[in-house]
């Protein structure tokens, strides 16, 4: 038997098996794509580690700009944690082999990020996530660890609010299948998909691992904080990365005003840029004083993006940019040895809320969480599936409920098309659930869900095929953001207070420190969401 399932194979889900292998576990890997196509290969800045080169920076600094981001809403101890352990992280995966950027010494390069005080950010060009993605893969490929590539996530199996294993669609075959395991961690990344359209994510961060933890029982916290990255490109949405600011890229808008301190925290540049553009503005960055020399040795992958999605070149022309939703703070609620209210139920990276982000993310902060809190929790899990070893059942009443509904969707009337719904849901969220909020917006976008909700049975898939039947995957897909909506919305709704990411123009901004941090919690009972204010649940 398995005794560590990772669901989910980006930098998180990575860095836990490798260290669940380590432990002694039988690990395997289960995915819904493959490894290298996850969405940490989008990252592109760095990973922040207070390296103290030429003793600009430090562990107790790093720290302090975490707490400052988090406006309230962090945990001290677990930022602590996260921080301390940054050049630990860095030197780990420089063992491995991960290709940083070096100084003319050797040493690994750093650039400032948004919010920091410091050069901090250790990277790799332009490709960091995926450099870091790949070399973690190739030391994964070379243990003894299992991997399922193009399994679908359907539920977790939970008996006496104990998991025992998952439930699964294998893509290839459209069998739906039950695998065991004595722990499960949690790697699915976060749910910015459901802003379909305006995102920076892949088409694949559908927030599947999420709605099935709540399902399971699991509490939810903090839905309603989404950060959105200040420069996409303006047509497509994809990311421009916050180095080519850190290298010293001005914002201005088309009188050629500079208009916000472009190292500000995201929150507040992704604000700034919102509101030139409402007002009528169009938004450029410009990085053409940095020189061509320096833009192909250092953002390759920026004038690369940019030719082909804006038709410029950005060494002589500036760069038409948007803010779009980039990263989803909120998620499962983890303590500290990153365990679920399931016993047995791991979760790390983006679909955790371990408390280190809080109301708005440091950029450079969420490579850092996947390494450093992915390895901690493949450590707990193999230790957990030492001390409370499992018979999971080849058959439970889970497999057989999700066996049965995987049979009946082929036979749903499809007389509404739900990707019209999902487009559609993915502009109403980014003009209401985005940047600038009010409680009239967010109940109109509600109601909208709820209809939705009603509507999934009217709805359905046209292809009947059982191989690689992608149209049913994205129908399974839309309802778990369907259902993931909902509690954002909730949220976002009961937070009477702008704080971070969350901005309501019907309440002023407070002060963090006078409010005080209050978590908002989210849970299912008998099928019903429930939601409340306070602290952990």
Not at 200 to 212: F, L, R, V, W
Request: hydrophobic fraction near 40%; aromatic fraction near 8%.
């Amino acid at each position: 038997m398995i005794d560590v399932l990772i669901i989910g194979g980006g930098g998180a889900g990575l860095s836990a098996a490798l260290a669940a292998q380590e432990a002694g576990a039988k690990v395997a890997v289960l995915g819904k794509t493959y490894p290298t196509r996850s969405q940490t290969s989008m990252a592109q800045g760095g990973i922040n580690a207070a390296l103290g080169n030429a003793g600009e920076d430090s562990i107790e600094a790093h720290i302090a700009d975490t707490l400052k981001a988090s406006h309230g809403l962090g945990s001290e101890e677990m930022i602590h944690r996260l921080c301390a352990k940054g050049p630990e992280a860095v030197s780990w995966l420089d063992a491995l082999g991960t290709p940083f950027s070096r100084l003319d010494g050797g040493k690994v390069a750093q650039r400032r990020l948004g919010g920091a005080s410091a050069k901090r950010a250790c990277y790799a060009q332009d490709y960091t996530g995926l450099k870091i993605l790949h070399t973690l893969y190739d030391a994964a490929s070379g243990r003894e660890i299992a991997f399922y590539d193009e399994y679908f996530l359907l539920n977790f199996i939970v008996e006496e609010n104990r998991v025992l294993g998952v439930t699964v669609i294998e893509t290839g075959s459209g069998e739906v299948k039950a695998i065991g395991a004595k722990s499960v961690v949690m790697a699915t990344g976060g749910y910015a998909g459901i802003y379909r359209g305006f995102t920076t994510n892949s088409s694949a961060s559908t927030g599947d691992g999420t709605a099935a933890a709540i399902r399971a029982g699991a509490v939810l916290s903090d839905m309603e904080f989404i950060q959105f990255h200040p420069t996409a490109l303006k047509k497509s949405g994809v990311l421009i990365s916050e180095s080519a600011r850190g290298a010293g890229g001005y914002l201005l808008n088309a009188k050629g005003e500079r208009f916000v301190d472009e190292l500000a925290p995201r929150d507040v540049v992704a604000k700034a840029i919102w509101e030139q553009i409402e007002s009528g503005e169009e938004v450029f960055l410009d990085i053409r004083h940095l020189g061509e020399a320096f833009i192909e040795e250092n953002l390759p992958q920026e004038r690369k993006l940019a030719r082909l999605y804006e038709g410029i070149d950005l060494c002589k022309e500036m760069i038409p940019v948007k803010p779009v939703a980039h990263y989803t703070m909120g998620g499962v609620e983890v303590d500290g040895k990153h365990m679920t209210k399931v016993e047995g139920l791991f979760a790390a990276g983006e679909c955790a809320n371990a408390y280190v982000h809080g109301a708005n993310r440091l950029g450079g902060n969420s490579l850092l969480e996947t390494v450093v809190f992915g390895k901690e929790a493949g450590t707990e899990a193999a230790a957990f599936a030492r001390l409370n070893g499992s018979t999971a059942p080849a058959s439970s009443a889970q497999f057989e409920k999700d066996s049965a509904f995987v049979a009946a969707i082929p036979h749903f009337t499809n007389q509404i098309d739900f990707y019209e719904k999902r487009d559609f849901m993915g502009k109403i969220f980014y003009r209401n659930v985005g940047i600038l909020r009010s409680e009239m917006g967010l109940k109109g976008v509600l109601a909208v869900i709820r209809q939705m909700q009603k509507e999934l049975p009217f709805m359905g898939i046209a292809d009947k095929s059982r191989e690689y039947n992608t149209n049913l995957l994205e129908f399974i897909e839309f309802g778990n953001m369907v259902e993931l909506a909902e509690t954002i919305l909730v949220g976002a709704i009961g937070r009477n207070e702008s704080r971070g990411a969350h901005q309501r123009v019907d309440f002023p901004r407070e002060d963090d420190e006078k409010f005080g941090g209050v978590h908002s919690l989210s849970w299912k009972e008998n099928g019903v969401l429930c939601n409340e204010f306070g602290g952990m649940k």
